[in-house]
């Protein structure tokens, strides 16, 4: 069993790591954090280019057919980065879908345009504060019209299509695809803790909406998908850890108090090796997230929940004692302590709360030792 990426997977990281270096600095971030824009375009269409966002995306739809290892270092290096780019969204939920359920014209026609960042496509399953159930779905999906609100929907604002949950003819939870430039769509951005990442409400009015996959199979669907979304997050969520980890030590090396680094208080040093136990922890349980991806072993809905359970629980922990080393400074506008702590916070309810992801590896592992 292999326990590392290979040499060709790091190098890949290491590429993806210098390409984000020269084109995602703390300016481009901060530009969309105090711009009006609510994305990078520029830096969606240069990772489009070097061929990160089709790196699972098999060859035949235009993508580089690498494989889920390679996303898996793509998003580490995204999430390390902070970058404000809808890479989660478009391709760890879109394309996830379409792949899963989509049938060969649908794929045909979106899964190129994703690859290539000439699309950008969301998830809309969420409808009010609170978790999210196959239950609490009312919008409705009868005779090809949708009907219904989404709230909070991730880039929706900036979507050109969304795979909606709603309530199929049969009662049961459907999918459908919905161009969110069409008729009966009407989306406007939400205030985010990060707006980096920004947030819609979209409210559907008889739209026209096209199936994806069987009518009433949509929650199974979504609960595979959200498995593999949750490794690919996890990921984002172990690169934005080490980044703050490496952040707060960096400064506490170089912040003299009383003639001496603060690094070598006592308070200090058992902060970061805090920080340190949490980020490894996290990274052990993505790896065995991202083995269970890449292989679609039986194993994989214990080992999603356990990385994101992990991995959010780190991603918190370290960018809040990211800021308590930085002490006063680390709450100022001007430092960048409180960018990993917003996408922290953020990616912290992405896919459903912390509390809900620890249900779900307590009921899925009570159901692997009753089986």
Same mark, same amino acid.
């Given at each position: 069993?292999?326990?590392?990426?290979?040499?060709?997977?790091?190098?890949?990281?290491?590429?993806?790591?210098?390409?984000?270096?020269?084109?995602?600095?703390?300016?481009?971030?901060?530009?969309?954090?105090?711009?009006?824009?609510?994305?990078? =375009?520029?830096?969606?269409?240069?990772?489009?280019?070097?061929?990160?966002?089709?790196?699972?995306?098999?060859?035949?739809?235009?993508?580089?057919?690498?494989?889920?290892?390679?996303?898996?270092?793509?998003?580490?290096?995204?999430?390390?980065?902070?970058?404000?780019?809808?890479?989660?969204?478009?391709?760890?939920?879109?394309?996830?879908?379409?792949?899963? +359920?989509?049938?060969?014209?649908?794929?045909?026609?979106?899964?190129?345009?994703? =690859?290539?960042?000439?699309?950008?496509?969301?998830?809309?399953?969420?409808?009010? =504060?609170?978790?999210?159930?196959?239950?609490?779905? +009312?919008?409705?999906?009868?005779?090809?019209?949708?009907?219904?609100?989404?709230?909070?929907?991730?880039?929706?604002?900036?979507?050109?299509?969304?795979?909606?949950?709603?309530?199929?003819?049969?009662?049961?939870?459907?999918?459908?695809?919905?161009?969110? +430039?069409?008729?009966?769509?009407?989306?406007?951005?939400?205030?985010?803790?990060?707006?980096?990442?920004?947030?819609?409400?979209?409210?559907?009015?008889?739209?026209?909406?096209?199936?994806?996959?069987?009518?009433?199979?949509?929650?199974?669907?979504?609960?595979?998908?959200?498995?593999? +979304?949750?490794?690919?997050?996890?990921?984002?969520?172990?690169?934005?850890?080490?980044?703050?980890?490496?952040?707060?030590?960096?400064?506490?090396?170089?912040?003299?108090?009383?003639?001496?680094?603060?690094?070598?208080?006592?308070?200090?040093?058992?902060?970061?090796?805090?920080?340190?136990?949490? =980020?490894?922890?996290?990274?052990?349980?993505?790896?065995?997230?991202?083995?269970?991806?890449?292989?679609?072993?039986?194993?994989?809905?214990?080992?999603?929940?356990?990385?994101?359970?992990?991995?959010?629980?780190?991603?918190?922990?370290?960018?809040?004692?990211?800021?308590?080393?930085?002490?006063?400074?680390?709450?100022?506008?001007?430092?960048?302590?409180?960018?990993?702590?917003?996408?922290?916070?953020?990616?912290?309810?992405?896919?459903?709360?912390?509390?809900?992801?620890?249900?779900?590896?307590?009921?899925?592992?009570?159901?692997?030792?009753?089986?």
């Amino acid at each position: 069993m292999e326990f590392d990426f290979s040499p060709e997977q790091k190098q890949l990281k290491e590429q993806a790591r210098r390409f984000l270096a020269d084109r995602c600095d703390r300016t481009a971030v901060r530009a969309v954090l105090d711009g009006p824009q609510s994305y990078d =375009a520029e830096l969606w269409k240069g990772l489009a280019g070097q061929g990160f966002l089709g790196a699972a995306i098999p060859e035949a739809y235009g993508g580089l057919g690498a494989g889920y290892l390679e996303a898996c270092v793509i998003a580490e290096e995204l999430g390390r980065a902070v970058a404000p780019v809808p890479y989660s969204s478009s391709i760890g939920l879109a394309a996830e879908l379409l792949l899963r +359920a989509g049938t060969e014209e649908q794929k045909q026609r979106y899964l190129p345009g994703l =690859a290539s960042g000439e699309l950008i496509g969301t998830l809309a399953l969420a409808e009010r =504060a609170g978790r999210t159930t196959a239950d609490s779905i +009312a919008t409705s999906l009868s005779g090809g019209k949708l009907s219904g609100t989404k709230l909070p929907v991730a880039d929706g604002d900036i979507a050109h299509f969304a795979v909606v949950a709603a309530r199929g003819q049969g009662g049961g939870v459907s999918l459908c695809i919905v161009d969110l +430039a069409g008729v009966g769509v009407r989306r406007e951005a939400v205030p985010s803790v990060d707006p980096t990442r920004s947030q819609a409400r979209i409210e559907f009015d008889q739209a026209p909406a096209e199936a994806l996959g069987a009518d009433g199979a949509g929650w199974e669907i979504l609960d595979a998908v959200l498995d593999r +979304a949750a490794v690919l997050m996890a990921f984002e969520q172990v690169g934005g850890s080490d980044r703050a980890l490496e952040t707060a030590r960096d400064y506490a090396l170089e912040r003299f108090a009383f003639g001496r680094p603060i690094g070598s208080l006592q308070a200090v040093k058992h902060m970061l090796a805090d920080m340190y136990v949490s =980020a490894t922890l996290a990274r052990s349980n993505a790896y065995y997230g991202a083995w269970a991806l890449s292989t679609d072993a039986a194993e994989l809905p214990e080992a999603a929940a356990t990385a994101r359970v992990s991995a959010t629980q780190a991603y918190q922990h370290c960018a809040r004692n990211n800021i308590q080393v930085h002490g006063g400074m680390g709450f100022t506008w001007e430092f960048d302590c409180h960018l990993h702590y917003r996408r922290s916070n953020l990616l912290a309810l992405a896919l459903g709360s912390l509390s809900s992801w620890e249900d779900k590896l307590v009921e899925r592992l009570r159901a692997r030792r009753a089986a």
